[in-house]
């Protein structure tokens, strides 16, 4: 079984316990800040795979760094995770929560990548234009990359609006290079 399904499950059973205890908030705090720790901590992720790091030192290294910031319940499911094995997709499921949470309230992950910073005004239509279409809630991520020369990038889920200078730009080259001209002698 794969590691994004095994992964999955784990999410399902735990935002599902979350709910029946009414702390799907807090541990959704809890997942974030997981995740946020070990992306900064690579080492961390590396020890919690690793098969040959006993599951009583994972757990007490577990402990050690969260037992005073996360809630019960998730510290609980963490040395679950550890003792049954699962260290390895600890992760992932923290993870896949955070993206159950988000599709359960019905939160919408959008990218923007534009030639300069958009000002607040374009990322707030940006924002209603895309909950219009939606119509959940929209988490905007903007990024400025000069190389687009103007206009811009936008992705929401698996779709992508791009009306990049760049991207015209490119799809010319392509269209003259497939325009061969016949010489006449």
Do not use: C, W
């Not at 800040?33 to 599951?55: G, Q, R, Y």
């Not at 300069?116 to 219009?132: F, V």
């Not at 791009?162 to 010489?183: C, G, M, N």
Request: aromatic content about 6%.
């Amino acid at each position: 079984m794969s590691e994004l399904t095994v992964a999955a499950r784990y999410a399902k059973s735990i935002i599902d316990l979350a709910e029946e205890q009414n702390l799907v908030e807090p541990i959704k705090g809890d997942m974030e800040l997981f995740l946020h720790t070990l992306k900064a901590n690579p080492e961390l992720k590396a020890v919690l795979a690793n098969p040959i790091v006993s599951h009583s030192k994972k757990v007490k290294i577990l402990e050690e760094i969260f037992a005073a910031k996360v809630n019960k319940a998730s510290l609980a499911f963490f040395k679950l995770m550890v003792n049954k094995g699962r260290g390895e997709v600890l992760y992932a499921t923290a993870s896949e929560f955070v993206n159950l949470y988000d599709i359960k309230k019905n939160i919408t992950h959008a990218s923007v990548v534009s030639a300069t910073a958009l000002s607040d005004a374009n990322k707030q239509k940006m924002i209603a234009d895309i909950q219009a279409a939606t119509g959940g809630t929209v988490k905007l991520e903007a990024k400025v990359d000069p190389s687009l020369i103007g206009g811009f990038v936008l992705t929401v889920g698996d779709r992508q609006i791009d009306t990049s200078i760049a991207s015209d730009l490119h799809k010319l080259k392509k269209e003259f290079a497939h325009r061969v001209v016949p010489v006449k002698n």
